[in-house]
């Protein structure tokens, strides 16, 4: 495509902050875009899927609620955890405690007020600005382990991306948009999405293309150009 503009493409992201496929997901994707860098320009909009909806504001202990949700051993539980690492750092993202000291539990938080928070960072500021919540999202919870359920933390990474730290306060309480992302979300299990991260790709001429978990950079660049050579064809 030497000579033409780049295809535009619209990604919506349906993910949970809680959710290291969704992280590695991203990685990967990152590695495709830059592969079709001067061929496809991609701009990127997170979408609400909360994996544990009913989730205590007390959380719970990682490995205790997988081994109970999953059924699963301890033992398998640590290969999972070892093969998540290794596929994570080939992706260029990371999913290790970097804070000093010794590490504290492994946690599972609500993350609907995590969600409000990023519904609101798209409609305020944008899709760039909502991506940086998100990565910074997902730098707390998986290398910093902080509570990304807890309202003051929230409001600390919300300013930390540059948004205003007490309209972001007036929207976590705002229950209008708590409504809209409950909606998102069953809009997400109306689309048959049941698992997270979900991609769904779409042309400047309409049409849409679903790309369900985490695949390898090579599965993206595939689709993606599916899609920008579909949006051609169409115009």
Same mark, same amino acid.
């Given at each position: ?13 349906? +993910? ?177 999405? +049941? ?37 051609? +064809?169409?115009?």
């Amino acid at each position: 495509m030497t000579g033409t503009a780049p295809q535009r493409l619209t990604i919506d992201i349906f +993910s949970d902050v809680m959710c290291p496929w969704c992280l590695i997901g991203y990685g990967q994707l990152t590695k495709a875009l830059t592969q079709l860098e001067g061929e496809i320009e991609a701009q990127l909009r997170w979408r609400p899927f909360e994996l544990n909806p009913d989730m205590p504001a007390s959380g719970e202990e990682q490995e205790a609620h997988l081994q109970r949700k999953y059924r699963r051993s301890a033992a398998e539980g640590e290969a999972v955890r070892g093969q998540m690492k290794a596929i994570a750092d080939s992706a260029g993202v990371s999913l290790v405690y970097e804070g000093e000291g010794e590490a504290p539990p492994a946690m599972m938080w609500n993350t609907r007020a995590a969600h409000k928070l990023l519904t609101w960072a798209l409609e305020e500021a944008g899709p760039r600005v909502q991506t940086q919540l998100k990565l910074a999202l997902f730098k707390a919870h998986f290398n910093e382990r902080r509570n990304v359920s807890d309202e003051a933390v929230l409001l600390d990474i919300a300013a930390s991306v540059g948004l205003h730290r007490e309209a972001a306060k007036a929207a976590l309480a705002d229950a209008d948009l708590e409504a809209r992302v409950v909606a998102e979300e069953r809009q997400a299990w109306d689309m048959n999405i +049941s698992g997270v991260p979900a991609m769904i790709v779409s042309g400047a001429t309409g049409g849409k293309f679903l790309i369900p978990g985490a695949q390898s950079p090579e599965t993206y660049v595939n689709a993606l150009r599916r899609v920008a050579e579909k949006s051609v +064809s169409v115009a």
